[in-house]
């Protein structure tokens, strides 16, 4: 999984979910901004609330394969939302509960559905706190290179079937 891809389709898919619902001039989606400069452009809309879309962690299950390797990884993105109130018709909890309604079940590309995992507050100065929801998928990692092993000791020979159960 390409985490850029991943964060800029789940933006997307709000972003499209808000134009069809016609509050695209209340709400809007970024993935997170990876310069200064464009950090400074998402600070600079405070007019509309915001959600950022970040990969924040992933695990790894073990090797499912023999001759291929197969790993499951479990990919968790957190949005990280931002507006001028808590409550109310355009706050951070409208926009909570907007992005579980667009989220819940979506499929990224190369991943199973997305669900939520974690809600919370953390703060981010002192007496500032940040609203974040977490979502997580899972998605299959596999060997490109196919370079099985050779069988151990050699190609099976000279056994009969009256052999192998007479003994």
């Known amino acids: ?4 891809v ?10 499209e979910k808000l134009i ?3 509050l695209q001039g209340s709400f809007v ?6 310069t200064e400069k464009a950090a400074q452009d998402v600070e600079k809309d405070i007019e509309r609330g915001r959600v950022i ?9 073990p090797d499912q394969g023999t001759d291929v390797s197969i790993v499951s990884e479990r990919v968790k993105f957190r949005l990280s939302f931002l507006a001028r109130s808590l409550r109310g018709p355009v706050s951070v909890y409208k926009l909570v509960e907007l992005c579980k309604l667009y989220l819940v079940g979506f499929k990224l590309s190369n991943s199973e559905r997305l669900v939520p995992v974690k809600h919370g507050r953390q703060q981010v100065e ?3 706190y940040q609203v974040y929801l977490e979502f997580e998928c899972k998605t299959l990692n596999v060997q490109v290179d196919e370079t099985p092993e050779p069988a151990i000791g050699g190609p099976l020979s000279g056994i009969s079937w009256e052999e192998q159960f007479n003994n």
């Open 1 to 4: 999984m390409n985490y850029e």
């Open 6 to 15: 991943a964060e800029l389709e789940i933006a997307a898919r709000i972003n």
């Open 20 to 22: 069809a619902a016609g």
């Open 29 to 34: 989606a970024v993935a997170i901004p990876d």
């Open 53 to 61: 879309v970040e990969h924040v962690d992933s695990t790894f299950d």
């Open 126 to 128: 002192e007496n500032q």
